[in-house]
Structure formats: structure tokens, C-alpha cells
């Protein structure tokens, strides 16, 4: 088993920053890719950011600039910097991991439970 948890959310103005993280912890045997994905009201859930265990990253065209994602491979832990936030930012944060979190052998893609971030005009 493998648990993600997320944190960092919270309420900012527009404008301002907030730095989420999200750790793995439990049976972890390789990790793969990392990524955070977000769910804004009525909206469907869509790709913020990923990253390769290698540090090759991937960006919503909507966060370009503006987010950057980050991991510690030693701490299981991913990042995302989120600079200049608008109000359409606003949604659930989720990060995922894929990777082999079980002694069975097969990758997997565990998600965290979500954490909210609310961006104010």
C-alpha cells in the first residue's frame, strides 16, 4: 500500500504564491512519473504538471510560466510552485505518482486525497 499526502493549499489573493507538496509514504519499490492534476468547479479533472524521475517536465499551457514542478526522489516527495495565481486557478489539487508500490510487481497510479486551493479577485 501507498499513501499520497498533499499539502500547501489554502485561500491567496490573486497574484500571490502558494507552494504545494505531496509525499509518498508505505510499501514505494520504484517511482516513476509525478504529477498534479486539478479540478475546478464543474470542470472535469485535467494535467497541471508532470515529472520523469529523470526531471523532464510537462505543463498545462494554462500554468506555463507561471508553475513549476519540483521533486525530491530521496523523500518520495513532489512539489508544485504556483506563482502569479488567478481566480481561474482555483480547484482541488491532486498529485499522483505511477510507479510499482506493491511486491506483486505491477505499476500502478496511486492518487493523494486532494487539497484545495482558492485564488480571490
Known amino acids: 500500500q501507498v499513501q499520497l499526502v498533499e499539502s500547501g493549499g489554502g485561500l491567496v489573493q490573486a497574484g500571490g504564491s502558494l507552494k504545494l507538496s505531496c509525499a509518498a509514504s508505505?510499501?514505494?519499490?520504484?517511482?516513476?512519473?509525478m504529477g498534479w492534476y486539478r479540478q475546478g468547479p464543474g470542470k472535469e479533472r485535467e494535467l497541471v504538471a508532470s515529472i520523469s524521475r529523470g526531471g523532464s517536465t510537462n505543463y498545462a499551457d494554462s500554468v506555463k510560466g507561471r508553475f513549476t514542478i519540483s521533486r525530491d526522489n530521496a523523500k518520495n516527495t513532489v512539489y508544485l510552485q504556483m506563482n502569479s495565481l488567478k481566480p481561474e486557478d482555483t480547484a482541488v489539487y491532486y498529485c499522483n505518482a505511477n510507479g510499482v508500490f506493491s511486491y506483486a510487481g505491477h505499476y500502478i497510479v496511486a492518487w493523494g486525497q486532494g487539497t484545495q486551493v482558492t485564488v480571490s479577485s
Open positions: 508505505g510499501t514505494i519499490l520504484s517511482i516513476n512519473s
